[in-house]
């Protein structure tokens, strides 16, 4: 008859241990999902970037939309000016300026997405 082998000493595998850690590569995306004060912070970083560039934008539109008004009744003979037999003010505030304002939202829309998109790698960055 074989003799027994010696009975071999148990090892305990627990699973915790064996998952990798997270060190702090993540933190800022933590931070957004657990709402801290510095995701916190970050969320109104790109609101107030996002409120600026919309401010900005609706500047330029009074600007470029509400001076012809003012244009016209200072300069009446830019008013009298006839294009293609319509009067200057017409071709102006009815017709090209829908170009101008589908051209400031495309401008708008862009830059929103490059905020959003510098605000993605911003979390997604690697801390050093």
Do not use: C
Not at 14 to 35: F, M, N
């Amino acid at each position: 008859m074989a003799a027994d082998p010696p009975p071999r000493s148990r090892t305990r595998v627990v699973l915790a241990d064996a998952a990798p850690r997270r060190g702090g590569s993540d933190r800022a995306g933590t931070d957004l999902t657990e709402q801290t004060p510095i995701g916190e912070a970050l969320v109104k970083g790109l609101m107030r970037a996002q409120l600026a560039l919309a401010l900005r934008l609706a500047l330029v539109v009074a600007a470029g939309l509400g001076t012809l008004p003012l244009l016209f009744a200072v300069a009446p003979a830019v008013g009298a000016f006839k294009v293609f037999g319509v009067h200057l003010p017409w071709v102006l505030l009815g017709l090209l300026s829908f170009p101008f304002l589908v051209g400031v939202g495309a401008a708008y829309v862009r830059w929103a997405e490059r905020n959003e998109q510098d605000f993605a790698a911003l979390i997604r960055r690697p801390e050093r």
